[in-house]
């Protein structure tokens, strides 16, 4: 069971969140924007990059763990739209 305050004793599952794929979600849409949390490295240039070109971006991004995996097999990543997205 998981923790509560009660019992703080329970099991506690977690997931990785892979924060490139939320970036290039973030990206496109009718107001793309960049996530805070965003490394420098991941960001968008949203004055400059098509919103064509950042699609493409997102869709690459979601498709990529499918096709490549993750680095521990059995393991599972979260992909996650950002919490503002049009």
Known sequence: TA??????????AAT????ATTAALAGVGTTPSTPPLTPANQRFDLGTDSRT?????ALGAVNFHA???TDRPGRTVTVAPP???T
């Open 16 to 19: 990785h969140y892979d924060s």
């Open 83 to 85: 919490q503002y997205w």
């Open 67 to 69: 096709l490549v995996g």
């Open 53 to 57: 070109a950042r699609l493409q971006d």
């Open 3 to 12: 923790p509560t305050a009660a019992d703080p004793t329970g099991t506690l």
